[in-house]
């Protein structure tokens, strides 16, 4: 079956520790999105690519870095310097001109600080 | 700045009611606002909306657009307890690439 598969669903992180989350979808779907939801709180947008090797930032980030080596894949480091990263992370793919309404999303990662 | 504020922030009704969620915006050069539903995890796509007054359906749910008044509502008649979920409300720019969320609904539909 097509999706995007995120993983972990739970990741627990130590001051100080850079960890990766892991996004891969095999929907051929050249845009790759990461948002970040916190309770109370909308989805922001942390990180977009269009394209394969291209990537932007979005609202909110500071303490975040991605690469986009792969079609399939969109991995997004949460950094030591982001200081609150206890949050719901999403990740989301879609087909350039129908990227609103063919917005497909993942099942999350839930990331807490120890 | 472009905004989405949903209201009400929770809501709790029994099986069969008929509940209205509200989302008001602010963004510049509107494309088109989007409805979502959140069941435990990751979020579904239920309507997009583009133009003012034109109703969108899908069973039991439906949503309008007021491009004047910059809000959508969404219904849901019948309620049943698979309704229950946060539901979001995002907007889309001409000339942007990505949507704006609102803080969205969550429903609980009680049995």
């Known amino acids: 079956d097509g999706g995007i598969t995120q993983s972990p669903k739970y990741l627990f992180r130590k001051e100080g520790q850079n960890v990766t989350l892991s996004c891969e979808q095999n929907l051929n779907h050249d845009a790759m999105y990461w948002y970040r939801q916190d309770p109370g709180q909308g989805l922001r947008l942390i990180y977009y690519?269009?394209?394969?090797?291209?990537?932007q930032k979005g609202d909110i980030a500071e303490g975040y870095s991605v690469s986009r080596e792969k079609k399939e894949s969109f991995p997004l480091t949460v950094t030591s310097a982001q200081k609150n990263p206890t949050a719901f992370y999403l990740c989301?793919?879609?087909?350039?001109?129908?990227?609103?309404?063919?917005?497909?999303f993942g099942s999350g990662t839930q990331l807490s600080v120890l | 700045e472009d905004k989405v504020v949903q209201s009400p922030l929770s809501l709790v009704v029994h099986e069969g009611d008929t509940v209205t969620l509200n989302c008001s915006y602010e963004v510049t050069n509107f494309r088109s606002l989007l409805w979502y539903k959140q069941e435990k995890k990751a979020p579904t796509f239920l309507f997009m909306l583009?133009?003012?007054?034109i109703e969108k359906k899908s069973g039991r749910l439906s949503s309008i657009l007021d491009k004047k008044e910059l809000f959508s509502i969404l219904n849901i008649t019948a309620t049943q307890t698979g309704d229950s979920a946060v539901y979001l409300c995002?907007?889309?720019?001409?000339?942007?690439?990505?949507?704006?969320f609102g803080a969205g609904t969550i429903l609980r539909v009680k049995s």
């Open positions: 989301a793919s879609s087909t350039p001109g129908e990227w609103n309404e063919k917005l497909f």
């Open positions: 690519s269009q394209i394969v090797n291209d990537f």
């Open positions: 583009t133009s003012s007054g």
């Open positions: 995002a907007v889309e720019a001409w000339g942007g690439n990505k949507l704006v």
